[in-house]
């Protein structure tokens, strides 16, 4: 059960009325917004917004456009990430360049960059160049996170700490950013927008780090895309890069041998290398990592200072998310 | 001569030392960046920003945010145009997707947009939103003008409305914009900006039409890209929009045939075109088009309420811009 049900209610209300004021012209620029949009996903960075609106006593109204314009970022993003990884597929639905093209998913998330912008802008203007900064530097970060998570791709030699850096801008800094503008939006002390930005920040970390467990460990029907999808793929996941860290010569060997051959038995592949992760131990230690930021972010959200009882609410939440099977 | 050189000068060194900036990593985020500030380019936009500015008397240093924002914003597009136009080559060097992968210039792009929006929230508080607020505008209709552009690709029927309206998106937009936002940080009086705005979009679609002759009538060794490449690519340029209008049925036959043909000798398409052009009295045609919207513009400028002089030069500068070779 969501503890933030009504948050979730009224978010969703508010993007229903916003997506109708997309029927404009022309529709090959805008029906592709509306798309996006309409392929669900749990809203979680809007609702992050509201959560740290609310936890400063803010009215949620004053911090539907900071969701709003959050939820058009995330999309943006999306929309561009799905043209650069190829992927045909999202959420079960398929992919806008796929549905449209290359050229019209390209620019569509140009648009919706700006409508982010724009829609950020109708905040109240006590608050709004605070917000601006914020969210200007993110949109960097999380273009620097993308920018580092593609040239991974092509390196054999990532290191951990690189990739806790590249997954902290891809995924971290806009779930601590989310955060960050709904106390902007409630009038939060800069030291306690701080607090709030790193819980974010590290929750994110953890976030994905969950993400890398679930691709080899969750279930199949649960998480509703192919399993060890990573492993096929040679994604640079914690797990790859540790393991490849902490190999033996002999396992490192037979590591690269997989990542190396272009044709090669799927399953026997997965085999292997779930083989080499078991006898690393790596699920155990990247569920050490996990809980590591896990607790980082706890130790920030201690710090954030705001009704007890509302910070309990939001650790359940966070404890959710970092328990969920998909 | 241009009578702006001041301006000019002081721009390009800004902008130099905005470049120097943009020594980040990772680099393949932030060197694209560089190399098209590097390309070179009249810098008509951002020098209309200061234009605009210094025509109500405000200092650079007021504008050059905006300026810059105009700049980056200006680039943003071309780097995605490219990619969308599958152009190999812009002023005479590789493009970012060419020279890179188009990754990369996807990503490069976005990343200046938001380039942009940081840089212009460094503007005044007491300008910002304003400035925002038709930043954004504009940037929504930059997008829409080019998904009509890309629209109209693949029909027959464009009326010649529809592609003032186009040009009016694409190119006059951002030309109003530029001005509009110089003359917000001089604080200039909105029925001032108005005028100035629309002074500005009128001269962006005579701009337009001017490019549109050139590309049939220009002198290649000026124009310095291929001569007729409109006829060729069968673009719909105001030039092929009216003669298909104004056609006999023998001429219409004519067009759609070469329009239509996959393989064609070059030199004769172009010669049998150009001869329908002539037979339609298209030059001519286009050349009045063209002057209506300048003297639109004129009429914008004409109330303006700024030092006739300042206006005067503004008005020769636009002659310049009209009455270019290339």
Redesign the interface.
């Known amino acids: 059960m969501n503890p933030y049900s009504n948050l979730l209610i009224y978010f969703t209300s508010q993007l229903e009325e916003f997506k109708k004021d997309l029927n404009k ?2 529709a ?2 805008y029906q592709p917004m509306q798309y996006i949009f309409g392929l669900g996903g749990k809203h979680v960075r809007p609702l992050l917004t509201l959560v740290g609106n609310d936890l400063f006593n803010g009215k949620s109204e004053d911090a539907i456009n900071s969701a709003l314009a959050i939820e058009c970022f995330h999309n943006f993003s999306l929309m ?1 990430d799905d ?2 990884d190829v992927a045909p597929l999202r959420r079960g639905k398929q992919t806008v360049h796929q549905k449209w093209n290359h ?2 998913a ?2 569509s ?3 919706l ?3 982010a ?2 829609t950020l ?1 109708k905040s109240d ?1 006590n608050h ?2 605070q917000l ?2 914020v969210f ?2 993110t ?2 970060e999380v ?2 996170g ?3 998570d ?2 991974f791709e092509k390196r054999m030699d990532v290191k951990i700490e690189e990739y806790l850096r590249m997954i902290s801008l891809k995924t971290g800094a806009l779930l601590g950013c989310s955060l960050q503008m709904g106390a902007i939006t409630a009038n939060a002390k800069p030291v306690d927008q701080q607090h709030l930005y790193e819980f974010g920040k590290h929750i994110g970390i953890a976030f994905q780090l969950k993400d890398d467990l679930l691709d080899v460990y969750g279930e199949q029907h649960k998480v509703g895309k192919q399993i060890a999808g990573d492993i096929i793929s040679n994604k640079k996941t914690y797990l790859l890069i540790k393991a490849l860290e902490s190999s033996t010569h002999e396992q490192k060997k037979t590591m690269e041998h997989w990542l190396m051959a272009k044709e090669f038995d799927t399953l026997e592949k997965i085999k292997v290398i779930k083989t080499i992760y078991e006898e690393l131990s790596m699920h155990e230690k990247t569920n050490a990592e996990m809980n590591k930021h896990y607790q980082k972010a706890l130790g920030h959200l201690k710090m954030v200072r705001a009704d007890e009882n509302k910070k309990y609410t939001l650790q359940q939440f966070a404890d959710t998310l970092m328990n969920r099977e998909n």
Do not use: A, S, T
């Open positions: 012209q022309p090959e620029l561009h043209i650069m050229n019209i390209l620019l998330g140009d648009g960059l700006v409508v912008y724009q802008c203007g709004v160049r601006l900064n200007n530097k949109g960097l273009c620097e993308q920018q580092l593609m040239n």
